[in-house]
């Protein structure tokens, strides 16, 4: 007489395989997001959105906190600074606002005038009193070019970010402002207006 255990196939049940699968399923989540998949232009569209969210971010932000916010780009990169009543100073107290470092290849352009929306621009006449003090010759005196004002005003700009990959065309993305948030993306365009 044969018993039943004798019988039953070797093999993984339905819920082995599925355990399995799920494990595998959540080790790729870890791994994926550190590896880039994306191209030149998808890499550069990151770039832009990441800029346009944490503006909208710190706008937010100098409302709330009834603060004055700057923004100063130089180089390949920018850095938001706020105002302590006497001078501007870098203004990070999240991650989101430390400053940033563009990718190798991508290069910023900030366009502040000629722009046909800030022609009667109020925030042009905004001036911050900055006190010089001997004692910090060394040191840096931060000056933001677009301003984010409590009140929600926003200095007008056009900020383009270009990447020329080899033998193609530039691609461009464009982060536009107009007194205020939210700030507006556009791209990829084939040129600059």
């Known amino acids: 007489m044969q018993t039943l255990k004798s019988k039953r196939a070797k093999g993984f049940t339905l819920l082995e395989v599925l355990l399995v699968v799920l494990l ?11 590896v880039s998949w994306g191209g030149d232009e998808e890499r550069l569209q990151q770039s832009a ?38 001078k501007w100073v870098d203004f990070s107290p999240e991650q989101y606002f430390e400053p940033s470092d563009l990718e190798e ?14 022609v009667h621009n109020l925030l042009s006449e905004v001036t911050f009193e900055v006190e010089e003090d001997d004692d910090n010759d060394s040191k840096e005196m931060l000056s933001p070019q677009v ?31 107009e007194f205020t948030t939210p700030v507006t993306l556009t791209g ?5 207006p």
Do not use: C, H
């Open 105 to 118: 290849g991508v290069e910023l352009e900030l366009e502040l005038e000629g722009l046909e929306w800030a």
């Open 147 to 177: 301003f984010i004002l409590s009140s929600g005003d926003i200095t007008p700009f056009r900020l383009t970010f270009s990447y020329k990959p080899d033998f193609a065309d530039t691609i461009y993305f464009q982060v536009s402002g």
């Open 188 to 192: 990829p365009l084939d040129g600059l």
């Open 24 to 34: 595998i399923g959540m080790m790729a989540r870890i791994v994926v997001p550190s």
């Open 49 to 86: 959105e990441r800029f346009k969210a944490v503006f909208d971010l710190a706008s937010e932000f100098a409302m709330l906190n009834n603060t004055e916010l700057g923004v100063i780009f130089k180089d390949n990169n920018y850095r938001f600074v706020s105002f302590d009543g006497t």
